[in-house]
């Protein structure tokens, strides 16, 4: 039985291997992998302070989500989901769930730094292009930033 929960910070460590699986399912080389392990794991310090949730089936994780509130803006911060659910439908899962929390903390929009490989889902959900950003990763290369008004 599919349900989604609340992650707590005892959950990092599985959350944090299983987003470095999910990057990894693009083909990203080693070196790029070694800076997103050290720019964009999930903490414990972030677990604790914003709405992350875990896709479950039965005791199986199939993904995660995390909302960073801050008083300037909102994001989507995490999306991931284990590289064999990929193109299941199980993200439109996570993503419709981060919608409604997003509802009931009354946020009526939020940004995305994603990655080129991502961005197609993103906006195939009603996302639209903001902005592109630096890279923290590939120094030079710009990465798209979207947002989506609910």
Partial sequence: MKTIVSASPKDTEVLASLEIRSESYWGYSSDFMDKFKKI??????FILHNPTYILKDDDVIIGFYGLLLNEDEFSLEYLFIEPMYIGKGYGKMLWNHALEECKKLGISEFT???SPDARGFYLGLGATIYTEVDSLISMGNKTPKLIYRL
């Fill in 40 to 45: 964009y794991l999930i903490t414990e310090e």
């Fill in 112 to 114: 995305i730094i994603t």
